[in-house]
C-alpha cells in the first residue's frame, strides 16, 4: 500500500486565524483516487522545524504532498529547507525566472531579488510551471518519498492539483484498488435515524462501508465501495445506492454535488413551475437559496421580505385585523402571506415563513425558535409549526429550508 | 520557550470527510496564552503510526495534547499506545469504571467489556474526570513532554480544555509572554494595499507585529502585541489600533467581533433611520445579511426580490419604457429600483442592486460580473458600476456587500 503524507507549513496555519481548507479538499481527492492519506503534519515556517519534518517523512512515506513556503516573501523557505534535506543545493531555474519577468514586466514591474529567490529550487528537481501564480511547484525524491512541492494559496493548489499532481500519480492510482464514493443529501432525518435506516447495509453490499457527514440542516450518507473490477465496483454501488434510497426514502433529495438549491430547481422546471416567497424571519434567505443554481430566473420570479408587520399590510396585503387577531407569527399569518405572494408576484407556486429567530422573543410569547411555514400552489394550501431550538442564525437557516421542503416534496 | 504539539488521531480527519475544528480552536486559546503551538500532527488509527507520533513528540515537545481514540469501540486505542510509548502497562482506574457504571445504570444498561476497556489507563497517569462524556482524560509525561490525552467529540474537547487543560497550565501561562490581539474588519480594500497602508506600523510600536486573513470580500488584519507588563501591552495595542485605523481609514468597517451586518446597523441606529432593499441579483442575500444582528427589524423593514423583469415593473413599479430603453442591467434601473423600494416600503433609505450573476450573460452583451449598485436616501441618490470577475456565487455575495457598503459609507 502506498503510503501519502501532506505536510503543510505556515504560522498563520498555527495560530489557528486560518483553517487549513486545502488538506480535506486533497484528502478527500487522494481517497477517491485509491490513495488515503496516511498522516497530516502542519509546522510553524521555522527551517528546522521543516526540515525535520521533510526528513521524517521521506523515511516513512511512498507520496509526500508539501504546501506552503513558495512564495517571495522572508519567511517563505520551504525550497531551501528541501535542499538541506536532499542534501543538494538550490540552482537558478531560468525558465521559471524568464517567465517572472514577462508576467511582472506586464504590470510594469521589474523583477527583484525576492522574486529571484523564488526561482531558485533544489539541484535535480523537475520544475512543474504554476499558471496559477507566481510560484513553482517542483517534485524531487528524497530517501524513500516522492515530494511534490506546491504553493499554498488554495487557489494555485487546487489548479496544480488538478492538472499536475493527479495526472503524474497516475500509475499509483491505476495500481491502488478501486474506490468509488456517492454521498446521498438527506434533509428532515437525523443522524441516528439514518444509520438505523442503513442497518445491515454493509452485510448486504460485499466491499460496502458507510459514513455520515453533517453540514446542517442536511446531512449526507457516504457509500464507499472499494473492489479490483471496476464493473463490479460500479454495479455494487449502484445497487447499494438503490437500496439505500428506498430505505431512506423521500428523505434524500439529491446525489454527490446536487444541492438542495439544485433539487428544487430541477423539480421546478420538470413542472414548468415558477415560484415567489413571502418571508419574515429569514429575511430573504429562502429567495436567495432558490437563486442559487445557474439559470434560476426560469423558475424564481420574485420574493418579498415582510419583515416589518406593517409592510405585510401595505406591500403584501394581509387584513389588518389578521395580524391583531392572529399575530404575525401564526398558521394564519403564514398560509395568508404565501397566497398573497402567489397573486402578488403571479406564480404557479409561493413558499412563506414567519416565526421567531430570537435571541429576543415578541409579544405572543411563544418561545423563541417557533417558527410557520406555508406553501402555496395550484392544488391548494399547506402550513406546518415548527420548533427549532437554536441561536438566532441557526434558526434563520433551518426555517429557509423547512420553507423549501414543503415545495419540494409537493412537486416529487 | 515552551514547545506545545498537538496531534489528532481519528481515520475520518485523513479522508477529508470530517474537517477538523478542534485543532483551530485549540490553536487560538493556547496562542492567546501566550502558548502558540508549534506543530501539529495527525494520524490514522493504527497502532504503529500513533506509538510513532507519541514516541517523536516526547523527544522534541514540552507540552503534548493528544485528541481521540479514547472511546469504547475497537478503534479506539490510544490509551494503550500511550503506556506503549511510556513502556508501562494499562491499569483499571475503578473510579472512572465505577462512574461509567452509575451513569449507565441510569439508561438502564448494564457495564461490557468495552465500557470496561474505556477505563483503562496508562498506570502512572493522573486522572481527570469528564463530566462531559464517557472517556476519561487523563495526564502523564513521557520523555520531555507533559502529555495530555482528551477525547475527540468537540464538546467534550472543549469542555474540558476549558475546565481542565488550561487551569493545569497556569503556571507556564503566567510564564509566558503576554500576548493580546485584535481584529480590524476591513472591505473594499485588497490585502496587498493594506500590507502597503500598515508598512512601518511594528516599527513604531515595539512588540506589534501585524497579520493578515481573509474571508472574501472583508480583509482583516490581526494586530498582536506580546510584552510583560499588561498595562503596557494594551497600551501599545491601543496605540496601533489607533494608527492602523487612521491609515486604513474608512475601509475598516469594525473591530474583532464586529461584522458587516453589525457594523451597519449600528449606523442605522445611530441615526434612527429604517432601510429595505430592491434586489435582483443577489435575490435577497442584501436583506438576509441586514437581518443577522439581534433586533435588526428596529431599522429593516423589508425587501423586494425583483428577479424577473416583469416583477420589476408590476410590484416594484418600474416604468416600463425604462427597462426596454436601458435594460435590466443598467444605472438608471438601479437608480430607480433604489427609488421605488424606498416608496414603496416607506423608509429612509433603500439599497438596490442588479447584475449578471452567471454563468450565462443575457441579451445586454455586458460582461458576466458586471453590477449596478444605487442607494436612495434623504440627502439624494447614488449609483456605482462594478465589475466581479468571479463564479456565480462570489458574484452574489460581492454584489450584495458593495450595494450595502453604499448605505455605510453614507452613514459615516
Redesign the interface.
Known amino acids: 500500500m502506498t503510503r501519502v503524507e501532506l505536510i503543510a507549513t505556515g504560522d498563520?496555519l498555527?495560530?489557528?486565524?486560518?483553517?487549513d481548507?486545502n488538506?480535506?479538499?486533497?484528502?478527500?481527492?487522494l481517497?477517491a483516487r485509491g490513495l488515503?492519506?496516511?498522516?497530516?503534519?502542519?509546522?510553524?515556517d521555522?527551517r528546522p522545524?521543516i526540515v525535520?519534518?521533510l526528513r521524517?517523512a521521506s523515511l516513512?512515506s511512498d507520496i509526500v504532498v508539501v504546501s506552503g513556503g513558495l512564495g517571495p516573501t522572508a519567511d517563505d523557505f520551504t525550497a531551501e529547507c528541501a535542499a538541506a534535506t536532499a542534501g543538494v543545493p538550490l540552482e537558478l531555474h531560468q525558465a521559471t525566472l524568464d517567465a517572472l519577468t514577462v508576467r511582472m514586466s506586464k504590470r510594469g514591474l521589474t523583477v527583484g531579488e525576492n522574486n529571484r529567490r523564488q526561482a531558485m529550487v533544489p539541484a535535480g528537481a523537475t520544475v512543474i510551471a504554476n499558471r496559477f501564480g507566481t510560484a513553482p511547484m517542483f517534485e524531487m525524491t528524497i530517501g524513500r518519498g516522492r515530494f511534490f512541492f506546491l504553493p499554498g494559496v488554495p487557489r494555485e493548489l487546487m489548479g496544480l492539483c488538478e492538472e499536475e499532481l493527479f495526472p503524474r500519480l497516475a500509475d499509483l492510482v491505476a495500481a491502488a484498488p478501486l474506490r468509488r464514493v456517492r454521498y446521498l443529501r438527506c434533509y428532515g432525518i437525523a443522524e441516528s435515524a439514518l444509520d438505523q435506516a442503513l442497518a445491515g447495509l454493509p452485510e448486504a453490499v460485499a466491499g460496502l462501508s458507510v459514513?455520515f457527514?453533517t453540514t446542517l440542516p442536511e446531512n449526507h450518507v457516504?457509500l464507499t465501495v472499494t473492489g479490483s473490477d471496476a464493473a463490479e465496483v460500479d454495479e455494487k454501488l449502484q445497487t447499494a445506492t438503490v437500496m439505500a434510497r428506498e430505505r431512506i426514502g423521500t428523505a434524500c433529495f439529491g446525489v454527490d454535488g446536487q444541492t438542495f438549491a439544485d433539487a428544487i430547481g430541477g423539480l421546478l422546471r420538470r413542472a414548468r413551475a415558477t415560484v415567489a416567497?413571502a418571508?419574515s424571519?429569514?429575511?430573504?434567505?429562502?429567495?436567495?437559496l432558490?437563486?442559487?443554481p445557474?439559470?434560476?430566473?426560469d423558475y424564481?420570479?420574485?420574493?418579498?421580505?415582510?419583515?416589518?408587520d406593517?409592510?405585510k399590510e401595505?406591500?403584501l396585503g394581509l387584513p389588518v385585523d389578521l395580524l391583531a387577531r392572529e399575530g404575525a407569527v401564526s398558521e394564519a399569518a403564514a398560509v395568508e402571506m404565501a397566497r398573497r405572494a402567489r397573486a402578488?408576484?403571479?406564480v404557479d407556486y409561493a413558499v412563506a415563513c414567519t416565526g421567531l429567530?430570537?435571541?429576543?422573543g415578541d409579544a405572543s410569547g411563544q418561545p423563541v425558535g417557533t417558527v410557520f411555514t406555508a406553501l402555496s400552489g395550484p392544488s391548494g394550501d399547506e402550513t406546518k409549526k415548527h420548533f427549532f431550538g437554536f441561536e438566532?442564525?441557526r434558526n434563520?437557516r433551518f426555517a429557509a429550508y423547512a420553507a423549501l421542503d414543503a415545495l419540494r416534496r409537493r412537486l416529487l
Open positions: 498563520e498555527l495560530n489557528g486565524v486560518i483553517v481548507t488538506s480535506p479538499w486533497l484528502m478527500e481527492r481517497a488515503p492519506v496516511a498522516q497530516k503534519v502542519m509546522v510553524r521555522d522545524a525535520e519534518a521524517s516513512r459514513s457527514r457516504g416567497t418571508e424571519l429569514t429575511a430573504g434567505l429562502c429567495a436567495a432558490l437563486a442559487e445557474p439559470g434560476a430566473s424564481l420570479k420574485g420574493a418579498l421580505v415582510a419583515y416589518a406593517a409592510v401595505s406591500v402578488l408576484f403571479g429567530a430570537g435571541p429576543a438566532r442564525d434563520r
